[in-house]
Every structure is written in C-alpha cells, then in structure tokens.
C-alpha cells in the first residue's frame, strides 16, 4: 500500500507544481499588459503592436502604434464624394512607441508623434497612409515602418514609403529608406533604395517597353556623408517626394 500512497503524495505534488507554474503565467501575462498600459495615455488607443528583439537581449521588446480617440478631431469632409466612408475624416494624433523588455517590465526607449493621421482635411481622397497590417515589422533585429500613399479618388499615383531603423547603443538610427512608385494607367515605376550605411543610392527605373525587353534603368548616386538620423527626428508625415 506504500507505493499507493507515495504515487498519491506524487500526483498531489505535480498539481501543486502545475497550478503554481499557471499561475505565475497568468500572473506574468496580466503584469506584463498592465506595463505596457501605463505607457498609453488615457482616451488613446492601440492599432497595431509587434513583438520581437531590437538590442539582442534575447528579450521580447515591443514597438506600439497608438492613436488618440478625441470625437473633436472626427471632422466633416467637405468633398465627401457622396460617399458614406468618405463623411467624415479622423485626424487624431498617432505616435510611435518603441518599448524595451527588461526582467521584469518595460521601458519607454524612442518616440515619435509624426506619424500621418489616419485622415487629410487637405486631400481628403488620401487613403489611411499607415496599413497597420504591415507596419510596424521587426525583422533581424531591425525595425521597419511602412507608409502607403494612394488616393481613392482623383489621381492614380502610388507611393511606397519603408523606413528601417536599427539601434546603436542608445539611439535608433534610420540606416535604409526605400521609395516605390507606381504609375497605373502608365504602368511606369520607380525605385529608390537609400543605404545610410555605405552612403549609396540604387534608382530603378521601368516603363512598359522597358519591362517588355526586361532590361530596367538602373543607376547609383552618392548620399553625401550626414551623421545618421534617429528616429525622433524623422518627420513622416513628410514621405512623399
């Protein structure tokens, strides 16, 4: 009968051990929100969060995508097209936050309150430039913000805007900028890839013949030598050139 009673004393052991481990991560889980909350002002709200390591801590850092909720900044639209989705217009405030995990919670390492608002009073047929599916991506180690600049009506022009930053120790510095813009009646494009690192610029230029001969334009540029730019002084609203 001992061996019954040793099995039971093991099992009752295993359930404590297994409800204390669930515990720990429920509690682990409900801190870690509870952090992140704290770097969100009231009334603002989360359109997009990613995960991953930013500064090779093997720690899962956080970059936010937060926007304020004002109905004072939900604007008629006074070229609304007729359009219901085209009404009214949101121009509240977005900011980029950029957290990194230590131990046991997180800290606030980069901002930026640039970002373009959802809505332009000034082109109202501007599409929501910031496609939260896509943006913001941490990719080996490296941070990349997306902007898309389309319109819904009024111009068939499509602009791509990727910004990739990458922290040096205690600053993120926007290391590549790549520019694609697309034509669609015309078909013609353009490429422009900007490596701050080595100060060298790629342009790709194709029409419709040129695709047809798969023979691209292709040409290199210099970047005169600027120390890098860091993310709080980057100004996306301005990223269509």
């Known amino acids: 009968m001992n061996w ?16 204390t481990v669930c515990s720990s991560l429920v509690w ?8 992140v909350q704290a770097f969100i002002p009231k009334d603002w709200k989360i359109l997009s969060k990613v995960q991953g390591d930013l500064n090779g801590d093997q720690q899962a850092d956080m970059v936010l995508i937060i926007e304020n909720t004002d109905p004072i900044n939900i604007v008629k639209n006074k070229f609304n097209h007729k359009k219901p989705a085209n009404l009214l217009l949101n121009q509240n405030e977005r900011k980029l936050l950029v957290l990194f995990k230590d131990a046991q919670t997180y800290r606030l390492i980069a901002s930026n309150s640039s970002l373009p608002r959802e809505s332009n009073n000034e ?11 896509n943006s913001p991506i941490i990719q080996n180690g490296q941070l990349k913000i997306t902007l898309n600049y389309s319109f ?32 669609i009646p015309s078909g013609d494009s353009r490429t422009e890839s ?5 100060g060298k610029i790629k342009n790709v230029t194709s029409t419709q013949e040129l695709d047809r001969k798969n023979t691209p334009k292709i040409s290199w540029s210099k970047l005169k030598k600027v120390p890098l730019p860091k993310l709080e002084q980057i100004n996306f609203e301005r990223y269509v050139q």
């Open 28 to 35: 682990a889980e409900t801190n870690t929100e509870a952090d």
């Open 152 to 183: 819904r009506c009024d111009s068939w022009e499509v602009f791509n805007n990727i910004y990739t930053f990458r922290y040096q120790n205690p600053s993120f510095d926007l290391i590549g900028y790549d520019l694609h813009y697309f034509d």
């Open 194 to 198: 900007t490596n701050f690192l080595t």
């Open 4 to 19: 019954k009673k040793t099995m039971k004393n093991n099992n009752l052991l295993l359930l404590f051990f297994t409800l």
């Open 123 to 133: 082109r109202p047929c501007l599409i929501d430039p910031l496609i939260v599916d």
